[in-house]
C-alpha cells in the first residue's frame, strides 16, 4: 500500500513538473531580432530594383531602391510566397554592426552621430514567432514614416 502511494506521488510530481515546463514555453515572448538595413544594402543603394539583403532558412528579405532611396521592403517565403510586412518608426538606433564579431546586436540607447535621427524598420514574423526587423536611417527611406507605427520593445 506504501509503494503504491508512493508510485502515485512520483507520477503526480512528474506530470506537474511537465506541464509547468510547458506553460513556460507556450509563454515564452517571441524574439526580436535587429539589423543594420544600411549596412546591409551597402553600394547597392545607387543602383535602382530589387536587391537581396539575407536569406535566413526560408525566407529572402530584399529592398526595392528607387533614385537612391528604399522604397519598400519584401520578404518571399519558398513554399508560401510573400510574407506580411509590417513598418516601424523610432528616435532610438536599434541596430549596430559589431565589426569585430560581423554581427548585428540590440543598441537601442547608443549614443553617436545618429543621435536625433529617426529610424524606419521592415519587419516579418518567421515560423518560430521571431520576429525580424530590418533598420534604415529616415533619410534613406522614399516614402518617409508613411504608414509606420512607433516601435515599442517588448518586455
Not at 539575407?54 to 528579405?61: D, H, I, L, W
Not at 528604399?70 to 510566397?81: L, P, S, T, Y
Request: one cysteine or more; aromatic letters at 10%.
Amino acid at each position: 500500500m506504501n509503494l503504491n502511494r508512493m508510485q502515485r506521488f512520483l507520477i503526480a510530481g512528474a506530470c506537474a513538473v511537465g506541464l509547468f515546463a510547458l506553460g513556460q514555453a507556450a509563454f515564452a515572448a517571441p524574439k526580436a531580432n535587429h539589423h543594420n538595413g544600411k549596412n546591409m544594402i551597402g553600394e547597392k543603394i545607387k543602383t535602382d530594383g530589387h536587391h537581396v539583403l539575407e536569406t535566413k532558412g526560408a525566407y529572402t528579405v530584399s529592398a526595392e531602391v528607387k533614385s537612391g532611396k528604399i522604397a519598400g521592403v519584401h520578404v518571399k517565403h519558398a513554399k508560401n510566397g510573400d510574407v506580411a510586412v509590417k513598418k516601424y518608426k523610432t528616435d532610438k538606433k536599434m541596430a549596430q554592426l559589431l565589426e569585430s564579431q560581423g554581427r548585428f546586436q540590440l543598441a537601442a540607447y547608443a549614443q553617436d552621430q545618429y543621435v536625433g535621427t529617426t529610424y524606419i524598420g521592415y519587419s516579418y514574423v518567421d515560423e518560430y514567432g521571431n520576429e525580424e526587423i530590418y533598420w534604415f536611417p529616415y533619410d534613406m527611406i522614399l516614402d518617409g514614416d508613411t504608414g509606420a507605427i512607433a516601435y515599442v520593445p517588448a518586455g
